[in-house]
């Protein structure tokens, strides 16, 4: 594995000591590899971030760290002592302290006991309440932050709760302070505060590890980051001496996996043909804190693929195209016909489908056999007093599990059972099941195995040859160019670009991804905003 | 082991199963003639017939809260529920002029039933449109519910004299006492309703994966009304059953203590409280085991209240079976095996 | 290491955030009413003041001191159960076993005496016993993960159980210290009077009210109704708690058996039948959202009150038949179970 590693050995330049080392670090879950022998250093002063797509075990690394999963193999040195933490209660006493994306604090209780709670100052065996005020006022000041220590943490916006919590943990004396994705719910003002703060912090010597999707916040804050990928580690590097589209491409990497039987897509008919007629037509489509408003054109038959990050805006562009959220601004054609999506179940009316991103929590039902999995959403659709047929039950089922090579091919095993490729060629089947006209798919095949993925792709092309518009999302930038008839680049929560995938290139994507600034060489023309 | 036997123990019903072959056995022992049963009049008598006929109202209740379970929810008002469809038919009966008519009792039995849809309606309003925990929706009505009961029997225990609706409770029916056609009956219909319709399929979902269920366009809000109207529904039936064996509306005893045996009959029966998969068979055997439980530690000669504490027992050993933290612990120790199994073919192998 | 953050913050350039502007007096009212933390307790302290108002317009003799002394004299066991009962529901959980444990309480009390044993023994005896059964539910509900509603459906199946397995019939209570001390009334002056059993439940209160309030457990009671996931973040002492919150309301309703007894001498198997429910409404009533986090003990005694000053009314309507406590009861907990859902709902 070390071939695939660029450990830079010259920094930090002063050869301090690093108040963090993990090396060698395993972790093992059900049938996955979560992290396989990745190792990681944190230095005092420093805000350092962890970088990688879903899968690439940057939270597991961080729960390694903080305590919540047992390591199966490796070694985590704090402060030059070897460590085994029990729990976050252990690592925090070692001067570790978390803040979490969901604000992990008690809403119910008051702004200091979040602060002080588990060390509040006590008197005559209770809490000294007037002394825990006081001193959570203290800290809150040091934040900068004019706020009642006795008001109610709940009836705070998320940003101040933010930084509540990080006064909690700087009370503890923390050597190192984990934020992850603290930004992903703060307006920029709210970004300006929270750096002010970290800044701070990290001229007084903590250790930040500092996680976030946005590229910009990451050049804007940090000093050194760790990239990550598949649980494997690809490298540590100064954010000075790397490029935005050096680290896209190490995040997303190169798969590198051909598949010959598809071949190029025949682009030059999509190019040189007519526009195909338009089946939906987005304008100025858009939710807050979501997605910015955007404006998207789908043609019958066309693929259309995704690019862009985690937390980029993908996954929630394609959800309000499934009527899984609602829209909150603009106006939405479907086959020439003005609509609003209002729940999934209309927009499966109009023979629109959504694959979720998360199979397991969103996906399939997994106590339900593969035959009732595969039927349910056009059982649902017709609703429960007209049952499909149980011959017409059993004929769809045996025709997926045929057709995608669902293994094993027994229509009554339980889902659970299933393996996540077929798991995932199951929820494709209950979508196909609806005849869709338009068919979103949310990285159907991460996690999966090359087998499945090949013929998922293959799937892909063939409905879409039949006149099937979908949309393909995934992180794998081979799989959008070699699928898609166009690519939309997204950047924080921005559609960014609207190409035709003539000649488009992976690093011409990955600038795009990085920060929308085109290579001049890069032959791109992005479309006009409808055109 | 062979393949039929692995299925038949991996089986839902399996546990249960023995639980009651044991019972049965334990009673076939003290009594030899608990089995027999004997025809007269045409009708059949014996224990077994008693266990059936004594089990029916909790059974019926059983079948609806199994229901309610699948989807994640939980019904604590059927007790009162039953109590209010006892109280509406008795003070009807009691109002009208001739008792004994028929026709008096059809309306009886239809107005307590249509009072039942109604709160039915309401726990499913509540849970469904208002969006309060089953628990604590249900809860509102099982406070009030006995209170409402007296308000129509305005505190009296109604006793009422009207062999058609008596026959409800004592009767016989194709040799069969009626309470049991009638538990028989609605099993059917629920069997037939939830699995030759979607309804079933649906409602697992639902307590499965609620979230999933959303995005594959399953309509919760139907299925809920749909489960907490025909939980009700049932009680409802049930309370009929029980008043008509009184031949009285006690708006205080009516069902006290009948939602705990049907959450029991369904629980032993395999269903499980998080919701998802459930087995009416399951709920039936649950019922049974429940009633032959009650008659065991009866004819065994313990005071039949003191069945409580074996209640108390099976519903013990039945959550420690079903709890995550022994699977979990099975599962670490099956892993362990396999883990040790492999190293050493690994160690073989090297 | 928090001295130096007190140092001028590094980048100059980002202001400050700006105070929130001062809220008008009406507005800080409104604040105090549709929080979750107050808001449900205000409206029950004015629904209490409300009704007794309306009772001492309507019925002569009924704006006396004794009449609201009696709200304690008659409800100091139900006081004591929801003490308990705010502590399991403030954790998210429910104990249905109390009034099942109440009746077995009674009925060990009972059998106990009138075999001879000297109340000094069997009182603690109750107590631990009482304790120890809880202890076995919060054990079963934190280990093996059983919803807190069947573990304490089991244990009330249990109690209920054992109450027949000491005696089918009722037992009366004749021991001479017992009897002395329920028969006792602490004058108040005025001709005004209380019993040992208010003075009991009251020290409970006070008790409960400086744990909840102002220890490190009591705090933990409240953060694990708020997230329990959170709460093992911050490392908090979370599954202690869980356990020790049933052995608070076991306890408790090992006391209130003690003091019902007390109030009956007598113990019956089938005494405080529904007492779980009562338990359960005064302390939803008193503000105490049923999904936890949010709460008082003082609350939860107002909600008792609210309660007993119903039934006092129904009384002294004489017409009101007594069933419409349970209809009123319902219907204040739906208006409560609203108003819960609504001002939380409002802060998501």
């Given at each position: 594995?070390?071939?695939?590693?660029?450990?830079?050995?010259?920094?930090?330049?002063?050869?301090?000591?690093?108040?963090?080392?993990?090396?060698?670090?395993?972790?093992?879950?059900?049938?996955?590899?979560?992290?396989?022998?990745?190792?990681?250093?944190?230095?005092?002063?420093?805000?350092?971030?962890?970088?990688?797509?879903?899968?690439?075990?940057?939270?597991?690394?961080?729960?390694?760290?903080?305590?919540?999963?047992?390591?199966?193999?490796?070694?985590?040195?704090?402060?030059?002592?070897?460590?085994?933490?029990?729990?976050?209660?252990?690592?925090?006493?070692?001067?570790?302290?978390?803040?979490?994306?969901?604000?992990?604090?008690?809403?119910?209780?008051?702004?200091?006991?979040?602060?002080?709670?588990?060390?509040?100052?006590?008197?005559?065996?209770?809490?000294?309440?007037?002394?825990?005020?006081?001193?959570?006022?203290?800290?809150?000041?040091?934040?900068?932050?004019?706020?009642?220590?006795?008001?109610?943490?709940?009836?705070?916006?998320?940003?101040?709760?933010?930084?509540?919590?990080?006064?909690?943990?700087?009370?503890?004396?923390?050597?190192?302070?984990?934020?992850?994705?603290?930004?992903?719910?703060?307006?920029?003002?709210?970004?300006?505060?929270?750096?002010?703060?970290?800044?701070?912090?990290?001229?007084?010597?903590?250790?930040?590890?500092?996680?976030?999707?946005?590229?910009?916040?990451?050049?804007?804050?940090?000093?050194?980051?760790?990239?990550?990928?598949?649980?494997?580690?690809?490298?540590?590097?100064?954010?000075?001496?790397?490029?935005?589209?050096?680290?896209?491409?190490?995040?997303?990497?190169?798969?590198?996996?051909?598949?010959?039987?598809?071949?190029?897509?025949?682009?030059?008919?999509?190019?040189?043909?007519?526009?195909?007629?338009?089946?939906?037509?987005?304008?100025?489509?858009?939710?807050?804190?979501?997605?910015?408003?955007?404006?998207?054109?789908?043609?019958?038959?066309?693929?259309?693929?995704?690019?862009?990050?985690?937390?980029?805006?993908?996954?929630?562009?394609?959800?309000?195209?499934?009527?899984?959220?609602?829209?909150?601004?603009?106006?939405?054609?479907?086959?020439?016909?003005?609509?609003?999506?209002?729940?999934?179940?209309?927009?499966?009316?109009?023979?629109?489908?959504?694959?979720?991103?998360?199979?397991?929590?969103?996906?399939?039902?997994?106590?339900?056999?593969?035959?009732?999995?595969?039927?349910?959403?056009?059982?649902?659709?017709?609703?429960?007093?007209?049952?499909?047929?149980?011959?017409?039950?059993?004929?769809?089922?045996?025709?997926?599990?045929?057709?995608?090579?669902?293994?094993?091919?027994?229509?009554?095993?339980?889902?659970?059972?299933?393996?996540?490729?077929?798991?995932?060629?199951?929820?494709?089947?209950?979508?196909?099941?609806?005849?869709?006209?338009?068919?979103?798919?949310?990285?159907?095949?991460?996690?999966?195995?090359?087998?499945?993925?090949?013929?998922?792709?293959?799937?892909?092309?063939?409905?879409?040859?039949?006149?099937?518009?979908?949309?393909?999302?995934?992180?794998?930038?081979?799989?959008?160019?070699?699928?898609?008839?166009?690519?939309?680049?997204?950047?924080?929560?921005?559609?960014?670009?609207?190409?035709?995938?003539?000649?488009?290139?992976?690093?011409?994507?990955?600038?795009?991804?990085?920060?929308?600034?085109?290579?001049?060489?890069?032959?791109?023309?992005?479309?006009?905003?409808?055109? | 082991?062979?393949?039929?036997?692995?299925?038949?123990?991996?089986?839902?019903?399996?546990?249960?199963?023995?639980?009651?072959?044991?019972?049965?056995?334990?009673?076939?022992?003290?009594?030899?003639?608990?089995?027999?049963?004997?025809?007269?009049?045409?009708?059949?008598?014996?224990s077994v017939i008693d266990i059936l006929r004594n089990g029916a109202p909790t059974f019926i209740i059983a079948i609806g809260m199994t229901l309610v379970i699948a989807t994640r929810g939980i019904d604590l008002s059927v007790g009162?529920?039953?109590?209010?469809?006892?109280?509406?038919?008795?003070?009807?009966?009691?109002?009208?002029?001739?008792?004994?008519?028929?026709?008096?009792?059809?309306?009886?039995?239809?107005?307590?039933?249509?009072?039942?849809?109604?709160?039915?309606?309401?726990?499913?309003?509540?849970?469904?449109?208002?969006?309060?925990?089953?628990?604590?929706?249900?809860?509102?009505?099982?406070?009030?519910?006995?209170?409402?009961?007296?308000?129509?029997?305005?505190?009296?225990?109604?006793?009422?004299?009207?062999?058609?609706?008596?026959?409800?409770?004592?009767?016989?029916?194709?040799?069969?006492?009626?309470?049991?056609?009638?538990?028989?009956?609605?099993?059917?219909?629920?069997?037939?309703?939830?699995?030759?319709?979607?309804?079933?399929?649906?409602?697992?979902?639902?307590?499965?994966?609620?979230?999933?269920?959303?995005?594959?366009?399953?309509?919760?809000?139907?299925?809920?009304?749909?489960?907490?109207?025909?939980?009700?529904?049932?009680?409802?039936?049930?309370?009929?059953?029980?008043?008509?064996?009184?031949?009285?509306?006690?708006?205080?005893?009516?069902?006290?203590?009948?939602?705990?045996?049907?959450?029991?009959?369904?629980?032993?029966?395999?269903?499980?409280?998080?919701?998802?998969?459930?087995?009416?068979?399951?709920?039936?055997?649950?019922?049974?085991?429940?009633?032959?439980?009650?008659?065991?530690?009866?004819?065994?000669?313990?005071?039949?209240?003191?069945?409580?504490?074996?209640?108390?027992?099976?519903?013990?050993?039945?959550?420690?079976?079903?709890?995550?933290?022994?699977?979990?612990?099975?599962?670490?120790?099956?892993?362990?095996?396999?883990?040790?199994?492999?190293?050493?073919?690994?160690?073989?192998?090297? | 290491?928090?001295?130096?953050?007190?140092?001028?913050?590094?980048?100059?350039?980002?202001?400050?955030?700006?105070?929130?502007?001062?809220?008008?007096?009406?507005?800080?009212?409104?604040?105090?009413?549709?929080?979750?933390?107050?808001?449900?307790?205000?409206?029950?302290?004015?629904?209490?003041?409300?009704?007794?108002?309306?009772?001492?317009?309507?019925?002569?003799?009924?704006?006396?001191?004794?009449?609201?002394?009696?709200?304690?004299?008659?409800?100091?066991?139900?006081?004591?159960?929801?003490?308990?009962?705010?502590?399991?529901?403030?954790?998210?959980?429910?104990?249905?076993?109390?009034?099942?444990?109440?009746?077995?309480?009674?009925?060990?009390?009972?059998?106990?005496?009138?075999?001879?044993?000297?109340?000094?023994?069997?009182?603690?005896?109750?107590?631990?016993?009482?304790?120890?059964?809880?202890?076995?539910?919060?054990?079963?509900?934190?280990?093996?993960?059983?919803?807190?509603?069947?573990?304490?459906?089991?244990?009330?199946?249990?109690?209920?159980?054992?109450?027949?397995?000491?005696?089918?019939?009722?037992?009366?209570?004749?021991?001479?210290?017992?009897?002395?001390?329920?028969?006792?009334?602490?004058?108040?002056?005025?001709?005004?009077?209380?019993?040992?059993?208010?003075?009991?439940?009251?020290?409970?209160?006070?008790?409960?009210?400086?744990?909840?309030?102002?220890?490190?457990?009591?705090?933990?009671?409240?953060?694990?109704?708020?997230?329990?996931?959170?709460?093992?973040?911050?490392?908090?002492?979370?599954?202690?708690?869980?356990?020790?919150?049933?052995?608070?309301?076991?306890?408790?309703?090992?006391?209130?058996?003690?003091?019902?007894?007390?109030?009956?001498?007598?113990?019956?198997?089938?005494?405080?039948?529904?007492?779980?429910?009562?338990?359960?409404?005064?302390?939803?009533?008193?503000?105490?959202?049923?999904?936890?986090?949010?709460?008082?003990?003082?609350?939860?005694?107002?909600?008792?009150?609210?309660?007993?000053?119903?039934?006092?009314?129904?009384?002294?309507?004489?017409?009101?038949?007594?069933?419409?406590?349970?209809?009123?009861?319902?219907?204040?907990?739906?208006?409560?179970?609203?108003?819960?859902?609504?001002?939380?709902?409002?802060?998501?």
């Amino acid at each position: 594995m070390t071939d695939t590693r660029e450990v830079r050995e010259h920094f930090p330049a002063d050869g301090a000591t690093p108040v963090v080392e993990m090396t060698g670090i395993s972790i093992l879950f059900p049938g996955v590899k979560a992290l396989d022998d990745v190792s990681f250093r944190l230095f005092p002063g420093e805000v350092h971030s962890l970088m990688g797509e879903n899968g690439a075990g940057k939270s597991t690394l961080i729960k390694a760290l903080t305590g919540v999963y047992p390591i199966d193999s490796g070694t985590i040195v704090v402060d030059g002592q070897p460590v085994s933490f029990t729990g976050p209660a252990a690592a925090q006493a070692a001067g570790i302290s978390t803040v979490y994306q969901e604000v992990n604090l008690l809403p119910n209780l008051s702004v200091a006991e979040n602060i002080l709670l588990g060390r509040e100052p006590r008197r005559f065996g209770g809490i000294d309440g007037r002394a825990m005020r006081r001193r959570a006022a203290e800290l809150l000041e040091g934040l900068n932050l004019d706020i009642d220590p006795g008001s109610l943490l709940g009836s705070h916006s998320l940003a101040i709760q933010q930084l509540v919590a990080i006064a909690r943990a700087i009370n503890v004396d923390s050597k190192v302070l984990i934020l992850d994705e603290p930004t992903s719910s703060l307006d920029a003002d709210e970004v300006a505060e929270l750096f002010r703060v970290i800044r701070s912090l990290r001229d007084s010597g903590v250790a930040i590890l500092f996680v976030s999707h946005f590229l910009d916040q990451i050049y804007e804050i940090t000093n050194r980051l760790t990239v990550l990928r598949n649980g494997r580690l690809v490298g540590e590097y100064l954010t000075t001496e790397l490029l935005r589209i050096d680290l896209v491409q190490k995040m997303i990497g190169k798969e590198l996996t051909t598949l010959d039987e598809i071949g190029e897509r025949a682009h030059a008919d999509a190019v040189t043909a007519d526009r195909p007629a338009d089946y939906a037509r987005a304008e100025g489509l858009g939710r807050k804190g979501a997605i910015e408003p955007f404006d998207l054109v789908i043609g019958e038959g066309e693929v259309i693929g995704l690019a862009g990050l985690l937390g980029s805006g993908r996954t929630e562009l394609a959800r309000i195209l499934g009527g899984i959220d609602r829209a909150d601004s603009g106006q939405l054609d479907i086959a020439g016909a003005r609509t609003r999506l209002r729940s999934p179940r209309q927009a499966i009316s109009r023979r629109i489908a959504y694959s979720s991103e998360n199979r397991r929590s969103e996906g399939i039902i997994d106590d339900l056999t593969v035959r009732e999995n595969i039927v349910l959403a056009l059982q649902a659709d017709r609703g429960w007093f007209r049952p499909i047929p149980k011959k017409r039950r059993e004929e769809l089922a045996q025709s997926y599990i045929q057709t995608l090579n669902i293994r094993p091919a027994n229509p009554d095993a339980l889902v659970r059972n299933l393996s996540g490729g077929n798991q995932q060629k199951v929820l494709l089947a209950r979508w196909l099941a609806i005849a869709p006209r338009l068919l979103i798919l949310d990285e159907p095949t991460r996690g999966i195995d090359i087998g499945a993925k090949a013929e998922i792709q293959k799937l892909v092309y063939t409905l879409a040859e039949n006149g099937m518009s979908v949309v393909f999302i995934s992180a794998e930038l081979e799989e959008v160019l070699r699928l898609s008839h166009r690519v939309v680049v997204l950047r924080d929560r921005r559609l960014v670009a609207d190409l035709e995938n003539d000649g488009l290139t992976v690093d011409a994507l990955l600038a795009l991804i990085a920060d929308g600034s085109v290579d001049d060489e890069a032959p791109l023309a992005p479309l006009g905003e409808s055109s | 082991m062979n393949p039929t036997l692995l299925r038949a123990v991996s089986s839902r019903l399996f546990w249960p199963i023995v639980m009651l072959v044991i019972l049965v056995a334990i009673n076939v022992v003290a009594f030899p003639d608990f089995l027999s049963i004997t025809v007269t009049d045409g009708h059949l008598f014996g224990s077994v017939i008693d266990i059936l006929r004594n089990g029916a109202p909790t059974f019926i209740i059983a079948i609806g809260m199994t229901l309610v379970i699948a989807t994640r929810g939980i019904d604590l008002s059927v007790g009162a529920v039953a109590a209010i469809s006892g109280a509406v038919a008795c003070s009807i009966l009691l109002g009208s002029p001739d008792p004994g008519a028929v026709g008096t009792v059809i309306v009886a039995v239809a107005a307590a039933l249509v009072t039942s849809l109604v709160l039915g309606l309401w726990n499913g309003f509540l849970v469904s449109v208002i969006g309060i925990q089953p628990i604590i929706a249900t809860l509102v009505l099982m406070t009030a519910g006995r209170g409402v009961a007296m308000l129509i029997t305005e505190g009296q225990i109604l006793t009422v004299d009207s062999a058609p609706f008596k026959s409800l409770g004592s009767g016989f029916l194709l040799g069969m006492p009626v309470a049991v056609v009638i538990g028989a009956a609605i099993f059917v219909v629920a069997a037939l309703l939830t699995r030759r319709t979607a309804l079933g399929m649906l409602i697992e979902s639902v307590g499965i994966n609620p979230e999933a269920s959303r995005q594959a366009g399953v309509r919760a809000r139907v299925l809920l009304f749909a489960v907490y109207t025909f939980c009700a529904l049932s009680a409802g039936i049930a309370g009929l059953i029980l008043t008509a064996n009184q031949t009285a509306a006690d708006s205080n005893n009516t069902g006290l203590f009948i939602e705990l045996d049907a959450i029991l009959a369904v629980v032993i029966g395999g269903t499980s409280l998080a919701g998802g998969r459930y087995s009416l068979a399951g709920t039936l055997v649950g019922a049974l085991v429940i009633q032959t439980l009650v008659t065991t530690v009866y004819t065994v000669g313990i005071p039949p209240i003191v069945t409580m504490v074996f209640k108390a027992a099976v519903v013990t050993a039945v959550c420690l079976l079903q709890s995550p933290a022994t699977s979990a612990a099975v599962g670490r120790l099956r892993y362990r095996i396999s883990a040790r199994t492999s190293r050493v073919k690994e160690a073989a192998a090297s | 290491m928090t001295s130096t953050l007190d140092r001028p913050s590094s980048s100059a350039s980002i202001e400050p955030p700006k105070p929130l502007p001062p809220r008008s007096p009406i507005g800080r009212v409104r604040d105090i009413f549709t929080s979750p933390r107050s808001g449900p307790v205000l409206v029950t302290a004015l629904l209490f003041v409300a009704v007794f108002l309306i009772g001492g317009a309507r019925y002569r003799g009924f704006f006396s001191g004794q009449v609201f002394l009696n709200l304690f004299v008659d409800n100091s066991y139900l006081i004591v159960l929801a003490v308990g009962m705010t502590f399991v529901i403030l954790t998210g959980g429910i104990d249905l076993s109390v009034g099942a444990v109440v009746a077995v309480s009674t009925m060990i009390a009972a059998s106990l005496l009138q075999s001879g044993w000297s109340p000094g023994v069997v009182i603690p005896l109750i107590l631990v016993l009482t304790s120890f059964l809880g202890l076995l539910v919060g054990l079963m509900i934190h280990v093996f993960k059983v919803q807190p509603f069947i573990a304490t459906l089991a244990a009330m199946f249990l109690a209920r159980g054992l109450c027949y397995v000491i005696s089918k019939d009722s037992i009366s209570i004749n021991e001479p210290t017992f009897v002395a001390l329920a028969v006792t009334r602490i004058p108040l002056g005025g001709g005004l009077s209380i019993t040992p059993s208010v003075v009991i439940a009251l020290v409970v209160v006070v008790i409960a009210v400086w744990v909840l309030g102002f220890t490190r457990f009591g705090r933990t009671v409240y953060a694990l109704g708020g997230s329990e996931q959170s709460g093992i973040l911050m490392g908090l002492p979370v599954a202690r708690t869980k356990v020790i919150v049933y052995v608070v309301s076991g306890f408790c309703s090992g006391l209130a058996g003690v003091l019902f007894s007390l109030y009956t001498l007598s113990g019956y198997p089938l005494t405080a039948v529904g007492t779980e429910l009562d338990a359960i409404a005064a302390v939803v009533i008193g503000g105490t959202l049923l999904a936890g986090g949010y709460g008082f003990v003082l609350g939860s005694v107002l909600g008792v009150l609210v309660l007993g000053v119903i039934q006092t009314i129904i009384t002294f309507e004489g017409t009101l038949s007594s069933w419409w406590t349970r209809i009123f009861i319902g219907g204040l907990l739906l208006v409560f179970i609203i108003l819960q859902k609504v001002l939380t709902a409002r802060r998501r």
